[in-house]
């Protein structure tokens, strides 16, 4: 008899481990698959990448953007210095990075020159995203894309607040790209009332010099977007009229005889274009011309790289204008 009851509580016993070892089970398989995980690998793996939407296409990057490789975009090198941004690795001009660009470049490391990015370098730096320029070609693009997610940045003056916000997004510095625009727009159309008067009937243009020769841009190309867009300046027939980058000559230039002259002269380093200046302001024709007889002739007012086209070149130009007018 009392085997018998041993037997039973041995049963008993046996029967209870039993459920106890299926419930564990059940409940082993019923967790998620990352609960053994550590609570920040987790989150980790769900913040792998992030999706960011730029002038109407939508891209996959990391989670978490802190090495960023600026290749061949100016714009995107302005917007870095509008916002404070250190790149890793950018863009250099004969080896080093331009005055206007030095401070806020910081340890950045350079990446090659603006149309021959050094692709070796790029992937030594291990980047988390490069920013392109529109104007390379497919294979350099094709490249890029196989070192690390790719943006390729406009080159169109007319894309300069996506092109500021996206450099927010970026790093994290949305607010205060915004507070950018905000403060551009309102100076804006303050200044905008006091030209119009000041302005009113005379034709007013921005050039560049370049390889020894004169340029024009089309409306929404370089500082055109401000001169007539939003400060409601009249456009020149040559302005209208202009697909790109286009050469002008001293004729056309006195056909066109502007009151007002804003002359880009590119600094280089043989003073190709300084002295190009130099023989043009020599020329007959070009004395004639009212923007050169007034001396209403403004050279170089923002630095000679600036593209125009970003916050931190309208807002530098704009700081000028009202010193002027």
């Known amino acids: 008899m009392k085997n018998k009851f041993q037997l039973f509580i041995l049963s008993l016993i046996a ?91 910081g340890q ?3 990446i090659g020159e603006k149309q021959q990015p050094n692709f070796e370098k790029i992937v030594q730096l291990k980047p988390d995203i490069i920013l392109g320029s529109t104007k390379f070609p497919e294979e350099v693009v ?10 390729l940045v406009s080159h169109i003056s007319s894309n300069w607040e996506d092109n500021i916000m996206l450099m927010g997004k970026l790093s994290g510095k949305e607010d205060q790209a915004q507070t950018l625009l ?22 007013v243009v921005a050039m560049r010099v370049r390889g020894g020769k004169m340029f024009v841009y089309p409306e929404n190309v370089f500082f055109n977007p401000v001169l007539y867009d939003e400060l409601g ?10 697909k790109a980058q286009e050469e002008i000559s001293i004729e056309q230039l006195a056909e066109m005889n502007p009151d007002h002259i804003f002359m880009q002269v590119q600094q280089s380093e043989n003073q190709e274009n300084e002295q190009a200046y130099e023989q043009l302001k020599k020329n007959p024709i070009i004395q004639n011309i ?36």
């Open 15 to 105: 029967l209870f481990a039993l459920a106890a070892c299926n419930s564990q089970a059940q409940v082993e398989e019923d967790a998620p698959k990352d609960a053994d995980k550590p609570a920040a690998e987790v989150e980790t793996s769900e913040a792998e990448t992030q999706e960011i939407t730029y002038l109407g296409e939508t891209y996959t990057i990391p989670g978490n953007v802190e090495r960023i490789v600026i290749a061949g975009a100016m714009e995107a090198m302005e917007d870095a210095t509008a916002l404070g941004v250190e790149p890793v690795g950018a863009i250099t001009i004969a080896g080093e990075f331009p005055e206007v660009f030095k401070e806020a470049m």
């Open 108 to 110: 950045a490391e350079s």
């Open 142 to 151: 094709s490249k890029l894309e196989q070192i690390a997610p790719t943006i």
């Open 182 to 203: 905000s403060d551009y727009k309102k100076n804006i159309e303050e200044l905008k009332t006091s030209l119009a008067e000041d302005l009113k009937g005379q034709t």
């Open 233 to 242: 300046l009249e456009v020149p027939d040559a302005i209208k009229k202009a």
């Open 290 to 325: 009212k923007a050169f007889k007034e001396d209403q002739v403004n050279v170089n007012i923002v630095d000679s790289l600036l593209e125009g086209g970003t916050v931190f070149s309208k807002v530098t130009f704009l700081d000028e204008l009202k010193k002027k007018y």
